[in-house]
Nanobody, 118 residues
Framework: QVQLAESGGGLVQPGGSLRLSCVIS????????VDWWRQAPGKQRELVAS???????NYADSVKGRFAISRDNAKNTVYLQMDSLKPEDTAVYYC????????????WGQGTQVTVSS
């Protein structure tokens, strides 16, 4: 019913920038969170950025000041702007939509690879 289509990953040099996109296939009429997560090989998946229905954002300390989550409601799209990228940012990045109001509302994208290397 709900599908998330991610794009924007790729190879960038340290200090470079990248913007990830997550298109939500269906308009959701209840309040929900949208998150960006990442997982590097051999490491646990970690929450990078989150935005609630009111627009309040939260960031992992490791990306604070460098990453920004945003959304375009008209396009049903969520973005993650990544600046000043570091090699340790290399990971597969996942978009997630979920709700605390509706327990069954929890959807993940397929992931997009971000590689930061010179």
């Amino acid at each position: 019913q709900v599908q998330l289509a991610e794009s924007g990953g790729g190879l960038v040099q340290p200090g470079g920038s990248l913007r990830l996109s997550c298109v939500i296939s269906t308009t959701i009429f209840s309040p929900y969170f949208v998150d960006w997560w990442r997982q590097a090989p051999g490491k646990q998946r970690e929450l990078v950025a989150s935005m609630n229905a009111a627009g309040r954002t939260n960031y992992a300390d490791s990306v604070k000041g460098r990453f920004a989550i945003s959304r375009d409601n008209a396009k049903n799209t969520v973005y993650l702007q990544m600046d000043s990228l570091k090699p340790e940012d290399t990971a597969v990045y996942y978009c997630r939509v979920h709700s605390t109001l509706v327990p069954g509302l929890d959807y993940w994208g397929q992931g997009t690879q971000v590689t930061v290397s010179s």
